[in-house]
């Protein structure tokens, strides 16, 4: 995997566990972590929050091209006869 790839797992694991403790707990990791309360934002927060959203997008647009590539057309398809 590529460095950024990685990257992108990382945010979106952070990502998923900020939001799973929201959910069961009401408690807000990412504003925890830079002293503010839950529902409370800073620019910090804020950029954090933002990466974890272009990680969920770049996981998206890897997803949909590693689909692509491994797509097989089956004979007698239209993509098959190109």
């Given at each position: 995997m590529k460095r950024l790839d990685?990257?992108?797992v990382a945010l979106l694991?952070?990502?998923g566990?900020?939001?799973?403790?929201?959910a069961i707990a009401e408690f807000d990791l990412v504003a925890a972590i830079f002293g503010l309360d839950f529902g409370e934002?800073?620019?910090?927060?804020?950029l954090i929050y933002g990466l974890v959203g272009l990680a969920a997008v770049?996981?998206?647009?890897?997803?949909?091209?590693a689909r692509r590539r491994t797509t097989v057309a089956?004979?007698?398809?239209?993509s098959?006869?190109?």
């Open positions: 990685w990257l992108a694991i952070v990502g566990l900020n939001w799973g403790l929201v934002t800073n620019a910090a927060t804020r770049y996981g998206i647009a890897s997803l949909a091209g089956r004979p007698g398809t239209a098959a006869s190109r």
